[in-house]
């Protein structure tokens, strides 16, 4: 056996002031193993204890906690547990590596690609800087980092999300580890950068002969990658098992209730619904100049990025409009064109009134009508306010409720409709769980009763319980206000549950679009086809 961890229980020292200190246990009795080649899954919640296993097992937490651990962690016949800082800096990267969620926050902004990369090979494989700038190079170029030489001079700022996770990927496996834990490697990716992550990973497992232990809460990715599956809840794992046996038949009910979770598909779209917003010929194009002509007394040559070109939807009243595409399609600024929010050339008609030709106070009474969701709740939400006075903001600008009475009122029933409870409004967003932020996000958007609504990858940052809790919302509330909602994300499968029209974006273009259903069961452009598969795999595309 490869590690093999046995009745580990782990605990945090909290400061609970005055020099008051306070313990919280946050494992309990957890016990798993990973053979050579094999593949595991570790699947739960966000709170739930996965990645705290998974930094356990390198006892990355010692680095920065107070922390007291119980059990064993065998690694080739090692006690984890036991090592020393100098036995623990010969395995850490060398034969356990480690891929972080969030790779621009793992990567260290002020070094160069090629330093990070080269640091591994010069400390633990004893290379000289030629040799190891050469493998470095060459490990690019096996991650399928396209020119590799001069990428190792870029800084992680100057790279894409889906380059930043394979640079990850390449040091991961500099030294040839021989297991590797992946923490949500692909939570953040387009599904298409999602795909030709894992095919690398499952790729490089084969070429090295590496385990694979997957820290994960995407249970579709799970049922793909995973031989083996164990189930997390609030520290303890709960049922374990092959994959196939656990997502076949399911023992206990909190797995249950996480299979339910993944969004139910199939939806009766509506149709014949009025027009409430129409886009034609809808344009963002931006100039840039060329970075070494800015001081230039000549005239700059100058770039034109086609972010929106030539767009026209129709989004009828009461229904829901599905706008995917990966990122950089110009999905979000689409969005922002039609309420106003960056420049644009074209019509967009609301209620038969074009917006272009009206002014920013012209526009004002409108924006109550025309509203939006964020993707991230917690950079949303002004952390200086209280969720009633956020809420409540925007009633004040319209006018809406005479004294603060009325508007506490209103503000109390919106939390309701939200799934929140009225005393919530006197605390603070750092307060809530991302689950809850997203509730506060919605809450104050539909406190308006707008009568279109833009979300913006609302449910992308969220677990998947969490993820279904907010589309059971969303369709609610659409049902009581017959809100239009423009829909903007990476997820089919959340797209699928919720849109009755869908268009699909690449490279400013609306390349396909129409109803829902029909989209989905038959893709006509490749693009889309190209999507569709990776999103849902081969035998998805054109099921009903």
């Not at 782990?10 to 094999?38: T, W």
């Not at 800084?155 to 894409?160: K, Y």
């Not at 199939?266 to 034609?280: E, G, S």
């Not at 040559?301 to 086609?306: A, H």
Request: proline residues 4%; hydrophobic residues 40%; positive net charge.
């Amino acid at each position: 056996m490869l590690l093999e961890i046995t009745n580990l229980n782990l605990s945090f020292h909290l400061d609970a002031g005055k020099k008051q200190r306070e313990i919280k246990q946050v494992l309990y009795n957890v016990s798993l193993s990973v053979d050579r080649r094999e593949k595991v899954a570790l699947v739960g919640e966000s709170g739930s204890g996965k990645s705290v296993t998974a930094l356990s097992i390198l006892r990355l937490l010692d680095e920065s906690s107070h922390v007291d651990t119980t059990g064993t962690i065998r690694f080739e016949g090692l006690d984890i547990v036991t090592l020393d800082k100098t036995e623990l800096c010969k395995l850490r990267g060398n034969r356990i590596a480690m891929i972080f969620q969030e790779p621009m926050t793992s990567l260290n902004p002020v070094y160069t690609i090629g330093n990070q990369l080269m640091e591994p090979l010069l400390l633990h494989q004893q290379m000289s800087n030629t040799q190891a700038e050469a493998e470095a190079i060459r490990l690019l170029k096996r991650t399928g980092i396209t020119e590799a030489p001069s990428r190792m001079k870029s800084f992680p700022h100057q790279l894409s999300g889906g380059q930043r996770q394979r640079v990850m990927i390449a040091m991961a496996l500099a030294c040839k580890p021989s297991l590797l834990i992946a923490d949500e490697p692909t939570t953040a990716l387009d599904v298409t950068i999602q795909v030709q992550i894992l095919e690398l990973i499952k790729d490089l497992q084969d070429e090295f002969g590496m385990a694979l232990l997957l820290i994960t809460h995407d249970l579709t990715l799970v049922k793909k990658v995973a031989d083996t599956v164990h189930i997390m809840k609030d520290g303890r794992i709960v049922e374990s098992g092959k994959t196939a046996t656990i997502f076949n038949n399911p023992k206990q009910n909190y797995t249950k209730v996480l299979m339910d979770a993944v969004p139910d598909e199939h939806r009766t779209p509506k149709i014949n619904q009025p027009p409430l917003i129409r886009l034609q010929n809808m344009n963002c194009h931006f100039k840039l100049k060329n970075s070494w002509n800015l001081f230039s007394k000549k005239s700059a040559e100058k770039k034109i990025i086609k972010a929106v070109d030539q767009v026209a939807i129709t989004i009828n009243r009461g229904t829901t409009y599905g706008l995917v595409g990966e990122s950089g399609s110009g999905k979000s600024t689409l969005a922002f064109a039609i309420l106003k929010l960056t420049k644009s050339s074209g019509d967009i008609l609301y209620n038969n009134q074009n917006l272009q030709q009206l002014s920013n106070r012209e526009m004002r009474p409108l924006r109550k009508n025309l509203q939006i969701v964020f993707q991230d709740p917690f950079s949303s939400l002004s952390p200086r306010l209280t969720v009633g006075k956020i809420i409540e903001e925007g009633m004040k600008v319209h006018k809406i409720g005479v004294t603060k009475g009325e508007r506490e009122r209103k503000v109390a029933e919106v939390l309701v409709e939200v799934g929140l409870s009225p005393d919530m409004m006197h605390r603070f967003p750092h307060e809530f769980s991302g689950g809850q932020r997203q509730r506060i996000a919605i809450a104050r958007s539909i406190v308006l009763e707008p009568e279109f609504l833009v979300l913006d990858e609302p449910t992308s940052a969220l677990d998947m319980t969490i993820q279904k809790q907010i589309i059971e919302l969303l369709k609610a509330l659409q049902e009581k206000y017959n809100m239009a909602y423009l829909f903007i994300s990476h997820d089919l499968r959340v797209v699928r549950a919720l849109a009755d029209h869908i268009a699909v974006m690449q490279h400013g273009k609306i390349v396909e679009s129409g109803v829902a259903d029909q989209v989905f069961q038959a893709p006509n452009h490749p693009y889309t086809q190209r999507l569709f598969s990776a999103a849902l795999g081969e035998r998805n595309v054109g099921e009903t």
